[in-house]
């Protein structure tokens, strides 16, 4: 017998879904512009040793987020109702979070660190940014359509 959906489920479909977005795309980011491309480290304010240690702690949060994310998949699938399209939207919506605060707050308010040093940083910044916008805009179109029920069958089908 399957165990229909409640109300209940929903909140935590969607924060199943919003961690493992930021945990994706936190570990997205570590990899490619951290390890990969050497732009930047989380905080570079100080020493490359005090920026590796912040790389770390960084990459541990991004595993913590994704690792509990997955928990709670697991959980919603165990008892059937997870909805995959909202919890699609909730990953988008998520990524798309935790990109537009990594570029407005740790790039430009906490000045932690910029996505490149180069003379002309205004248009990474912008296409971060932009690129942010378009996953919230898509996560929550995603996250706010409904799934449509499944047609009932009658007796004897």
Same mark, same amino acid.
Not at 22 to 48: C, M, N, P
Not at 129 to 144: C, E, P, R, T, Y
């Given at each position: 017998?399957?165990?229909?959906?409640? &109300?209940?489920? /929903?909140?935590?479909? !969607?924060?199943?879904?919003? =961690?493992?977005? =930021?945990?994706?795309?936190? !570990?997205? *980011? /570590?990899?490619?512009?951290?390890?990969?491309?050497?732009?930047?480290?989380?905080?570079?304010?100080?020493?490359?040793?005090?920026?590796? %240690?912040? *790389?770390? +702690?960084?990459? $541990?949060? &991004?595993? !913590?987020?994704? %690792? %509990?994310?997955?928990?709670?998949?697991?959980?919603?699938?165990?008892?059937?109702?997870?909805?995959?399209?909202?919890?699609?939207?909730? +990953?988008? =919506?998520?990524?798309? %979070?935790?990109?537009?605060?990594?570029?407005?707050?740790?790039?430009?308010?906490?000045?932690?660190?910029?996505?490149?040093?180069?003379? *002309?940083?205004?248009?990474? *910044?912008? +296409?971060?940014?932009?690129?942010?916008?378009?996953?919230?805009?898509?996560?929550?179109?995603?996250? $706010?359509?409904?799934?449509?029920?499944?047609?009932?069958?009658? $007796?004897?089908?």
């Amino acid at each position: 017998m399957k165990k229909r959906k409640s &109300s209940k489920d /929903e909140p935590f479909n !969607f924060w199943s879904g919003i =961690l493992f977005g =930021l945990g994706l795309v936190a !570990f997205i *980011d /570590e990899v490619v512009f951290h390890q990969l491309l050497h732009w930047h480290h989380f905080y570079d304010k100080s020493t490359t040793s005090i920026g590796l %240690v912040s *790389d770390g +702690v960084f990459h $541990a949060f &991004s595993w !913590f987020a994704t %690792v %509990v994310s997955l928990f709670m998949l697991a959980d919603l699938r165990k008892r059937n109702v997870w909805d995959r399209r909202g919890w699609i939207g909730a +990953v988008i =919506l998520g990524a798309g %979070v935790f990109q537009l605060y990594d570029g407005i707050i740790h790039h430009k308010l906490m000045r932690l660190h910029q996505i490149r040093y180069v003379d *002309d940083v205004i248009y990474y *910044d912008i +296409v971060w940014n932009v690129i942010a916008g378009f996953m919230i805009v898509i996560g929550l179109i995603a996250v $706010a359509q409904k799934k449509t029920p499944e047609p009932k069958k009658k $007796a004897g089908e």
